[in-house]
């Protein structure tokens, strides 16, 4: 069965610091991948998703993702973190032939000014 | 962009009563629309899919008695939670897609926190 995991329940960072939040999946085949943001007591937001081709995938707020097959990983990073970044981070899976999305747990994104 | 209402954002009932959630694309026509349930600081779990003109398709575990769903148009979709118990408490998210492929993005509503006393 598919399934999605992000290590790290919670990660603290300074404003203007490196972002690198980790995803590992389980899935037999070519995975659909997607990573959504999620601010408190709201819905979610799609930052950016993997179908195919270029394994390096840009997205929205200055969010990137990278696709590795050998390590089952899609790792999200962002060069320098703003303080609006701050929110809960969710990596997600396609599963299988339908459209349905398997939800890892999150990770909470804290931001020091 | 497209956009999903979802209405109400919050809701307090009596254990005992019913309680019904209302997921509208505002300026698109949604084929398929999702139901997920967020505990605190946990993930989404889906628990129901739902096509317009369609039966409900349930997750395993799901109450389908419980949790009734209809997607009666393609721009609506509701989820009652009858006779809600306090455990039913919890963070409720729809989200709809134009159609069942992975190129059609998910949008999702607001959510809605149902708390039961």
């Known amino acids: 069965a598919q399934s999605v995991t992000q290590p790290d329940i919670h990660i603290t960072v300074s404003e203007g610091a490196s972002l690198e939040l980790r995803c590992n999946y389980s899935?037999?085949?070519?995975?659909?991948l997607f990573w959504y943001v999620q601010s408190p007591g709201q819905g979610l937001q799609l930052l950016l998703k993997y179908f195919s081709g270029d394994t390096l995938v840009q997205g929205i707020k200055g969010f990137e993702a990278e696709f590795k097959r050998s390590q089952s990983s899609f790792n999200l990073r962002k060069p320098s973190v703003h303080w609006s970044d701050a929110a809960e981070y969710f990596c997600?899976?396609?599963?299988?032939?339908?459209?349905?999305?398997?939800f890892g747990t999150g990770t909470r994104l804290q931001v020091f000014p | 962009g497209a956009v999903v209402s979802q209405h109400p954002s919050w809701v307090i009932c009596k254990s005992g009563t019913s309680v019904k959630i209302e997921c509208r694309s505002l300026?698109?026509?949604?084929?398929?629309m999702f139901w997920y349930r967020q505990f605190p600081k946990q993930s989404l779990m889906l628990m129901a899919t739902s096509n317009e003109g369609s039966k409900a398709t349930y997750e395993q575990g799901v109450e389908k008695d419980k949790f009734l769903i209809n997607h009666a148009s393609l721009t609506l979709s509701t989820l009652t939670v009858t006779s809600a118990h306090p455990e039913d408490s919890s963070f409720y998210i729809c989200s709809a897609a134009r159609d069942s492929s992975y190129n059609s993005p998910l949008h999702f509503g607001n959510g809605t926190r149902l708390t039961v006393t």
């Open positions: 899935y037999g085949a070519t995975p659909y």
């Open positions: 300026d698109f026509q949604a084929t398929t």
């Open positions: 997600a899976v396609g599963a299988g032939n339908t459209d349905k999305l398997i």
